[in-house]
């Protein structure tokens, strides 16, 4: 992909991260005992017995239980910014199913969400969702992106929390048969912010011409686990000190995108935003962890867990700082995983002077890559600062990155 491409890509996604935030599976007991790990070693680790899992929620026919187009313009209504060609997609609905149609002449993007669940917000716990879709798609590598996205919402309307999974084309995207997905999102404490509540997202991206055809989300069921205790996994890799951060790449975007300033001292990674100059141009920084620079692959049915230490240095900062992304995906490009802190209406659960932990949980691919493609096995990570509001500004870091490895029972 040229820059010239890789640009637009970026400011495709960037503009489905503004009119998505404006318009709106098991583990192992919190008594487990393993000993501290050593990054590397291999720790037993025991599943859950099977009655573990709470079953909170199941949509098994979401067209007929409330499930609603997520944005309020009519299908074909040209999104954001005329030049990038970005539409509303098709929405449809098949029986009991509902769906979203890809393109192959404009860039689409599409949105179903659930009614808010009858599941709420519990402290210190791990969400499970399972989406079952299909498409009509019958060639793998021309079927539309899916994200499946959770979100934590206060009083119903406060967007909080955000994060789930992308689902590219390739061997692992679904068929016509329909494929289960397991999504894992552990959402920040949040208690003391009013009344919690989830919903659920099923997505479209579509930016390729080689994507068509119509994704269909057929079933989903939510659960609710006791977040694990870091000890019971495998610490595969960490990153803390100047020497261990050598490798990573910092991103600046260009015009329209305003100035941010990104750095490495003794603390970390950091991140500087100065505020959007207007209401449609925003400032993005990212630090990036190439997947050349990464001695960590995707294994074959393993749960991974990526553990960011984040802080900013004054109250100010914390106060003031803007939307943060966590983001781990595979060399491919095909499968993401994505926890997003969304400060537009409360900062409590925003990083603060002292360091907050915030985890990225997600499965191995389906299917992992072999031979001349390996390599696309590789995970990579970044942590991206946006700031979308003229009172969104300031620095956070971060101060260091744990990925785990844990079994799936």
């Known amino acids: 992909m040229n820059r010239k491409n890789r640009m637009i890509m970026v400011s495709l996604c960037f503009a ?20 501290e790990n050593v990054e590397g070693e291999n720790i037993k680790m025991e599943s859950l017995p099977p009655d573990y899992a709470v079953l909170n929620q199941i949509w098994d026919a979401p067209a007929d239980q409330g499930w609603t187009k997520a944005l309020p313009q009519p299908d074909g209504t040209v999104l954001y910014d005329p030049s990038l060609n970005l539409r509303v997609a098709g929405h449809v609905v098949n029986d009991s199913s509902v769906g979203i149609v ?3 002449e404009d860039n689409v993007y599409g949105a179903w969400q659930s009614p808010l669940s009858e599941t709420t917000y519990t402290g210190n716990s791990l969400y499970c969702i399972r989406y079952t879709i299909r498409t009509t798609q019958t060639d793998r590598l021309r079927v539309p992106n899916s994200r499946l996205y959770t979100e934590f919402l206060v009083d119903d309307t406060k967007l909080v929390v955000a994060g789930g999974n992308r689902v590219g084309k390739g061997p692992f995207a679904p068929d016509a048969d329909g494929e289960t997905y397991n999504v894992y999102i552990a959402p920040p404490e949040l208690s003391g912010l009013g ?18 055809g119509t994704n269909y989300l057929d079933e989903v069921q939510v659960e609710r686990f006791s977040l694990p205790e870091k000890s019971a ?32 001292d003794g603390t ?11 209401n449609l141009t925003h400032n993005l920084g990212i630090w990036t962890l190439p997947h050349e620079s990464s001695p960590v692959s995707f294994e074959s049915g393993k749960l991974y867990r990526a553990v ?3 802080s900013v240095p004054t109250a100010e900062d914390h106060a003031t700082v803007g939307k943060i992304r966590l983001f781990n995906q595979n060399n491919g ?14 900062q409590d659960h925003m990083p603060s002077i002292a360091d907050r932990e915030y985890s990225v949980f997600f499965e191995s691919m389906p299917e992992i890559y072999t031979g001349s493609e390996a390599y696309k096995n590789k995970m ?30």
Not at 203 to 211: G, L, P, T, Y
Not at 333 to 346: I, K, M, R, Y
């Open 16 to 35: 489905i991260s503004v009119i998505a935030s404006s318009s709106l599976c098991a583990i192992y007991p919190d008594s487990y005992s393993g000993k």
């Open 102 to 104: 890809g393109s192959t």
């Open 195 to 212: 009344k919690i509540q989830m919903r659920v997202k099923f997505e479209m991206i579509d930016f390729s011409n080689n994507e068509e």
């Open 233 to 264: 996994g495998i610490l595969l890799k960490s990153y803390a000190t100047p020497q261990e951060f050598g490798n990573w790449r910092p991103v600046i975007l260009a015009s329209p995108y305003g100035p941010v300033t990104l750095g490495l």
């Open 268 to 278: 970390g990674l950091f991140i500087t935003t100065p505020g959007p100059m207007t």
């Open 308 to 310: 960011y230490r984040l």
């Open 333 to 346: 490009g095909e499968w993401s995983a994505l926890l997003e802190l969304v400060p537009d209406h409360f």
């Open 380 to 409: 990579n990570a970044s942590f991206e600062i946006q700031d979308g509001r003229k009172e969104q500004k300031g620095t956070a870091y971060m101060k260091s990155l744990e990925i785990y490895q844990y079994a799936i029972p």
